[in-house]
């Protein structure tokens, strides 16, 4: 497993470009047959990645439980978000499967002892990418698809960030602990997500980056508002985001993107917003 510690933002500062990618930038979330983890003291989410081909793999596979978690499972007192961005695969939850296709998803309450992931089509793999946080009590497990999620359009062809949100882990659509995540496609000639940018100090924040054509990237900023710095992201990064940093983007062409978010509340307005002409 991958640990990744909290960063100060006053340290923050003086990083070099190699170093901000260290610390926050997670390059590869699949593997063939593994499961990759990554574990950030912010918030102490978890982040999973696993691409199943000829096997049926666990989501402990590779994982030393009690070292990284203190527990005899994973989800023991942990809930997890699960997002399909590969072909038509299925997740075995305590021995019920759910079928998922591309952009689906299913939430997995904490108490859950044994999780499994496979594909379909060994050659058209499905693509798990997972998010957890701590829990404190059982919610109900849910599987909602891309067409059931709550769609919110929103931004403007004028300001290159036309764009649909879509809400699947969010308090409007079903309850959780603390755990919150969506899936935002910006439209044809967009290219900006999550602009005016914003702060929450009661929460952090994860972005997966799929979707990206070939040849072209997003440069996602972060960093306080009055010392951004960026990231040259690729197809099927992720970047962790701590409470005290914008998180934001722009790209060569059109995308989408999955947040998850982790913290004090799950109270959307509960942010600080900052005017485009403010930041630097």
């Known amino acids: 497993m991958d640990i990744r510690y909290s960063a100060n933002q006053n340290d923050f500062k003086h990083y070099t470009t190699e170093q901000i990618r260290n610390e926050f930038l997670i390059k590869k979330i699949f593997t063939e047959n593994k499961v990759n983890s990554f574990y950030s003291h912010v918030d102490r989410v978890v982040v999973l990645g696993c691409m199943p081909t000829t096997e049926k793999i666990s989501i402990d596979k590779g994982i030393d ?40 998803c299913l939430y997995i309450s904490m108490g859950t002892k044994e999780v499994f992931f496979k594909s379909e089509d060994s050659k058209k793999p ?22 059931d999620a709550k769609k919110i359009p929103c931004g403007a062809v004028e300001t290159a960030n036309s764009r649909t949100i879509n809400q699947f882990i969010h308090p409007d ?44 990237v997003v440069f996602h900023m972060m960093g306080e508002p009055s010392q951004t710095r960026h990231i040259v992201m690729n197809n099927e990064q992720a970047v962790i985001s ?39």
Not at 73 to 94: K, P
């Open 173 to 216: 659509v079903l309850e959780t602990c603390q755990l919150s995540m969506g899936m935002t496609s910006l439209n044809t000639g967009s290219v900006w997500n999550t602009m005016p940018a914003h702060t929450h100090e009661r929460r952090m924040e994860v972005y997966l980056y799929f979707d990206i054509p070939k040849d072209n």
């Open 242 to 280: 701590p409470s005290w940093s914008i998180h934001a983007g722009c790209g060569t062409s059109n995308y989408t993107f999955i947040w998850a978010m982790a913290g004090e509340n799950k109270t959307f307005d509960d942010m600080d917003n900052i005017a485009n002409v403010n930041l630097k």
């Open 126 to 147: 499905a693509k798990f990418y997972m998010v957890s946080a701590p829990a404190h009590k059982p919610c109900k497990t849910t599987f909602i698809s891309i067409a």
């Open 65 to 104: 439980i009690w070292k990284n978690f203190g527990t005899n499972y994973i989800l023991e007192r942990r809930e997890i978000g699960i997002f399909n961005i590969g072909d038509t695969g299925a997740i075995i939850a305590d021995g019920k499967e759910y079928k998922l296709n591309y952009k689906d």
